[in-house]
């Protein structure tokens, strides 16, 4: 479509690549320590960073996506949470910490907002900076 500035664009993309390459390669790294780790997610949204990263998701605060959890569903994950000695409870922003709170105040887990896309949290505007926040959130409140 703009042939005059093609040789700009391949420079552009080889450059965000090599970022891209060596964020990946970082954030293996950092997030090694969690492989493994098992976490409860409010919505499921998170099956490919758990999958790249080496999460186990046992439970969702909701039981089928856009359903509010019922009592009785939110009991289960309190007895999963704490028969599984989950530590941490993952959430977007956009969701109400009502139910997760509760969860943390009866099992002790930690919730955490993670970014679900760019510009989802303060700071977060680039796929780098989305996975770079996201990351650090969780090493965090894995310890």
Do not use: C
């Not at 949470?81 to 709170?101: G, H, T, W």
């Amino acid at each position: 479509m703009d042939p005059s500035n093609a040789s700009t664009y391949d420079a552009r993309y080889l450059d965000y690549a090599r970022r891209l390459k060596a964020a990946v390669e970082k954030w293996v790294k950092e997030m090694a320590p969690l492989r493994g780790m098992k976490v409860v997610t409010y919505h499921k949204s998170w099956p490919y960073f758990a999958r790249r990263f080496g999460l186990v998701v046992v439970e969702n605060v909701e039981p089928r996506p856009g359903i509010p959890p019922s009592a009785a569903h939110t009991s289960r994950v309190i007895q999963e949470i704490k028969a599984q000695k989950v530590k941490v409870l993952v959430m977007e922003p956009y969701f109400s910490r009502d139910v997760p709170d509760a969860i943390a105040r009866e099992t002790g887990v930690k919730v955490v907002v993670m970014s679900p896309s760019t510009g989802g949290l303060p700071g977060v505007d680039s796929y780098i900076a989305m996975f770079d926040k996201n990351i650090q959130l969780l090493l965090q409140a894995a310890r």
